[in-house]
């Protein structure tokens, strides 16, 4: 795909393809690599607030009776109709509630980008965009980038040296490690939108064995990432929300 060039969405690859997670890079964006560190950061907390901002508005989109829906399907318990869930685990609920098709027929990010379509600005046009073209995958901390942030290699899309920036991740991560999260790539950056499920060495050898010998190269299906939640969930391997998407307090 040509940087910058515009897809028909009947053109869209399917959506746990390897084609359909390739980078679309706006033409105004240029040559990530060449950037020194406080231009990075700027980008990065500009995207960033964008996309607090489209969680945000996501809320109105997304009903009640499918959070709880999804809640049951990662195990989680209701009282008086409210999720019995934590910050860390109420991430992991809203994360498949929006981007995925667990609750319903329709994903409530593309519902959301419908309705705000004619009404965003180049920047929250192409952010949007980004966001419904999100997958979920597993990536492994290959090496600190240079400038910020840090190489991964996504083991399900058989893609490496992605440059992830997460300024919290930038600090905790080790090299070598893995972690299950949502991806969403813009401006030349690969960016988690939130929910993260952190993958010891153990869990690794046992999804090598169950999964990457029986599947096609390509994201998690939402029927693997409830898998994947409920496992972490079991084991208490739930990411801290804020090292996943470092947000405002």
């Not at 090598?208 to 299906?221: E, M, Q, S, V």
């Not at 939402?222 to 409920?230: G, I, P, S």
Request: proline share 3%; with cysteine.
């Amino acid at each position: 795909m040509v940087p910058g060039a515009t897809v028909a969405r009947s053109q869209i690859p399917d959506p746990v393809s390897v084609e359909r997670h390739r980078c679309v890079v706006s033409g105004g964006v240029g040559d990530k690599t060449l950037m020194d560190r406080d231009q990075a950061r700027t980008d990065y907390h500009r995207i960033l607030a964008g996309v607090v901002r489209h969680h945000q508005a996501l809320d109105h989109h997304v009903a009640g009776a499918a959070m709880a829906r999804v809640a049951k399907r990662l195990g989680l318990r209701l009282r008086g109709g409210l999720i019995d869930a934590g910050d860390d685990e109420m991430a992991l609920v809203s994360d498949l509630a929006i981007y995925g098709r667990v609750a319903g027929s329709t994903r409530a990010i593309d519902r959301y980008a419908r309705a705000v379509s004619g009404s965003l600005d180049a920047f929250d046009r192409e952010l949007v965009e980004a966001l419904s073209r999100s997958w979920f995958s597993i990536v492994r901390f290959a090496a600190r980038h240079p400038v910020a942030g840090w190489y991964v290699d996504d083991l399900l899309l058989e893609r490496t040296g992605l440059w992830l920036m997460n300024e919290a991740l930038e600090q905790s991560a080790r090299e070598g490690m893995s972690l299950g999260t949502r991806l969403f790539e813009v401006g030349g950056f690969v960016l988690s939108t939130g929910a993260a499920a952190p993958l010891t060495d153990a869990w690794m050898e046992v999804l090598r064995d169950d999964l990457w010998t029986r599947r096609k190269p390509g994201a998690l299906t939402d029927a693997e990432v409830v898998t994947l939640y409920r496992l972490t969930l079991s084991s208490g391997l739930v990411a801290r929300h804020r090292n996943a998407l470092d947000g405002p307090a």
